[in-house]
């Protein structure tokens, strides 16, 4: 399983973006995608992750009145969009395969994309 996520940047708090992860490898769509962030000096933390057929999620508490997690398995692909950002947001956002709200529980992972937040 391959994983490419696109879509941080530049954003000034209280902005928005939407991040993708394209996925390929055999039997993607029957697995669980979700999303980790790393800050810098801090551990990885969990963000949100999703279920095979999209009916059931679980976002950090942290986020989860300003994030959403989505899939559209035609296109091998999941969401995360991000609202109302802070700048405790600023971090890499890694998407990974698996499923739970810990590290251990993904087993394939991304390169990570960039979302710094600037005041």
């Known amino acids: 399983v391959q994983l490419q996520a696109s879509g941080g940047g530049l954003v000034q708090a209280g902005g928005s973006l939407r991040l993708s992860c394209a996925a390929s490898?055999?039997?993607?769509?029957?697995?669980?995608l979700g999303w980790f962030r790393q800050a810098p000096g801090k551990e990885r933390e969990f963000v949100a992750v999703?279920?095979?057929?999209?009916?059931?999620?679980m976002l950090a508490d942290s986020v989860n009145d300003r994030f959403t997690i989505s899939r559209d398995n035609a296109k091998n692909t999941v969401y995360l969009q991000v609202n109302s950002l802070k700048l405790e947001d600023t971090a890499i956002y890694y998407c990974?395969?698996?499923?739970?709200?810990?590290?251990?529980?993904?087993?394939?992972w991304g390169q990570g994309t960039q979302v710094t937040v600037s005041s």
């Open positions: 990974a395969k698996g499923w739970g709200t810990r590290s251990i529980g993904f087993d394939s």
């Open positions: 999703i279920n095979w057929n999209g009916f059931s999620t």
């Open positions: 490898g055999r039997h993607i769509r029957t697995y669980g």
